[in-house]
């Protein structure tokens, strides 16, 4: 997504979120996660060692790191898709370890998925279906009273084609998903998400693959999600998105939390920085933050442009904000 794609938004930040200073591991308000002690090993590899971390509640937080620092794997362990080695953590007060995904999913705790090709086989609507609550659908039970079934079919029907609509996605509901486009298939991801009445929605990399002409849609119905009074958690790698719609960022590397704060605070912290230059270890960071002359390579120079770029973007937004 290029930075021209994505339109202001004017909708304001939540903030006030932590207690005292930001650092990593910080004191939330009111979180609705709360995870300590979480380590995760591959063998000799620690995936994530996680100390202690809190997602705000009502917010939106943004997952970010390089490549390989663990944020899949941290949010296959909240949603009980893996377990971890050790550690526990809590979903609104209420321990979630070994509490299998079906189950974390019925509590309000709710990921997306990507569109596998077996789902892409299915309609719009069964994927709808698929995502539904509720569904204590045992075979048994069903040829016992055909009739509460039908009824049942036909409410997650309806619930399914009023989630559809506010998408956009309604006049497609009879269509393989596998026919619609990079960002219609993130809707309609989202969109499945939503028929488990969450409380929380993790979204796996909501812009990848997603054409600039729907990126707006997208944040906005990200930031619909949080004005209906959901929590929000991403992992993202693109940046513009993070710095537009995150009310807070928490940044991983090699599996740990390096650091966490309102974006503004996060894009110039030191710690994310030397995180994303991890492979470039023999650049001299002074060079990048600008404190000495030197050549650049080629990623440290994106970085950089990127940093500055956003700084612009928050003294543009903050003199904005005086007028
Ligand atoms: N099932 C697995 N078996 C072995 N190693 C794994 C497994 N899953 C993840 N890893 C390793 O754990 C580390 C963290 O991976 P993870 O996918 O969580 O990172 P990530 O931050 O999501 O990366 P990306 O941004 O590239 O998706 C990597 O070194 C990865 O190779």
């Known amino acids: 997504m290029s930075s021209e794609s994505v339109a202001p938004v004017s909708r304001p930040k939540t903030t006030g979120l932590h207690k005292g200073a930001v650092r990593p591991g910080v004191e939330k308000v009111d979180p609705i996660i709360v995870a300590d002690g979480i380590k995760r090993q591959f063998g000799g590899l620690t995936a994530v060692d996680v100390e202690h971390l809190e997602i705000p509640r009502g917010a939106i937080t943004a997952l970010i790191g390089p490549n390989g620092a663990g944020k899949t794997t941290l949010f296959n362990l909240l949603t009980g898709f893996d377990e971890p080695n050790e550690g526990t953590w809590m979903f609104e007060g209420n321990s979630l370890a070994r509490v299998p995904a079906f189950k974390v999913a019925r509590r309000g705790l709710v990921r997306t998925f990507q569109l596998t090709k077996a789902l892409g086989l299915l309609t719009v609507l069964e994927n709808m279906k698929l995502g539904a609550s509720g569904q204590r659908g045992e075979n048994f039970f069903r040829s016992l009273f055909p009739a509460f079934w039908r009824k049942q079919d036909e409410e997650i029907e309806e619930k399914a084609r009023v989630i559809l609509q506010k998408f956009k996605l309604d006049a497609k509901e009879a ?81 740990k939390v390096v650091a966490e ?63």
């Open 175 to 255: 269509d393989f998903a596998a026919s619609l486009s990079g960002g219609q298939r993130k809707l309609l991801e989202m969109a499945r998400a939503l028929m488990m009445d969450p409380t929380l929605v993790m979204l796996d990399e909501p812009m990848a693959g997603v054409n600039p002409a729907l990126t707006q849609s997208l944040l906005d119905h990200i930031l619909d999600l949080k004005d209906q009074g959901m929590t929000v958690l991403f992992v993202e790698h693109d940046m513009h998105m993070v710095r537009h719609i995150a009310d807070w960022v928490v940044v991983m590397a090699e599996g």
């Open 261 to 323: 704060g309102p974006p503004d605070t996060v894009m110039q912290d030191q710690a994310v920085i030397d995180a994303y230059l991890g492979s470039h270890q023999d650049v001299d960071l002074g060079v990048v933050t600008g404190r000495h002359e030197g050549e650049l390579p080629p990623e440290a120079a994106d970085l950089l442009a990127e940093v500055e770029e956003l700084d612009e973007a928050i003294s543009s937004d903050e003199s904005e904000s005086t007028k």
